[in-house]
């Protein structure tokens, strides 16, 4: 139920639809999630005011919420279908979480950053949104006992491709990850059934690090 507070929020957010239209995001479905998801609920109440502005925002612990384009191209690649199993790395604020979510995936997460994760459980639970799992774990392990999943994607930029998460694809499960040091590559990785592996290559992004261990 939207209160006074939130009404205020509704023509930004349905001017970041457009702004995202209009960077070439075209998937009809993942525009209209966006329009759905109250990103002034993930950021801290001192930054709401920019909540709908295409640019990523602190969430403290040195991370950031993911630029709104960063989140729909993701997403777009991804290709979710409802139903589909989906393993994110990375929950930070739970905003792409939410994304995937609203788009009808079964959805695990993972963050390394304890204290993250449990604010974003809470805001899950404010919001009405239901993940399958939330694990505060290393993300470059996956979720081998809830594996494979139909799609995997990773929030933080991982250094060179983690084999042992595209083991935990289905066969034709997809893969979107920023892969690089300093600047990112956004690559997709599709499984073929006969074990192979596609990869195709897209544009250029900055992410934090996808780092090792819990914190
Ligand atoms: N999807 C998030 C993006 C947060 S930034 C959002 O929409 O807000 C990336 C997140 O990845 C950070 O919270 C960081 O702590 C987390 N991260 C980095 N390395 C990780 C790893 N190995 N396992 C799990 N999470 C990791």
Not at 130 to 154: N, Q, S
Not at 158 to 164: D, G, K, L, M
Request: aromatic share 8%; net charge positive; charged share 25%.
């Amino acid at each position: 139920m939207l209160n006074n507070d939130d009404l205020i929020y509704v023509k930004p957010r349905t001017d970041l639809v457009e702004i995202l239209r209009r960077k070439g995001i075209t998937d009809r479905r993942v525009l209209e999630a966006i329009g759905r998801v109250p990103r002034h609920f993930f950021v801290e109440p001192a930054l709401r005011m920019y909540a709908y502005e295409d640019r990523p925002l602190p969430i403290g612990e040195g991370q950031t919420i993911s630029q709104p384009f960063t989140v729909a191209y993701q997403t777009q690649l991804l290709d979710v279908k409802p139903g589909m199993k989906v393993l994110e790395i990375g929950t930070g604020s739970g905003y792409q979480s939410a994304v995937l979510m609203e788009l009808g995936a079964k959805l695990y997460t993972v963050e390394r950053i304890r204290s993250l994760l449990e604010e974003t459980r809470k805001r899950f639970e404010r919001l009405g949104y239901r993940p399958e799992f939330t694990a505060h774990a290393d993300g470059y392990e996956g979720l081998p006992h809830f594996a494979p999943f139909d799609r995997i994607i990773v929030t933080a930029a991982a250094p060179e491709i983690p084999v042992n998460l595209l083991r935990q694809l289905t066969a034709n499960g997809k893969t979107v990850i920023p892969v690089g040091k300093n600047t990112q590559i956004m690559m997709r990785i599709i499984r073929q059934p006969d074990n192979t592996f596609v990869k195709e290559v897209f544009d250029r992004f900055t992410f934090v690090p996808m780092l090792r261990g819990k914190k």
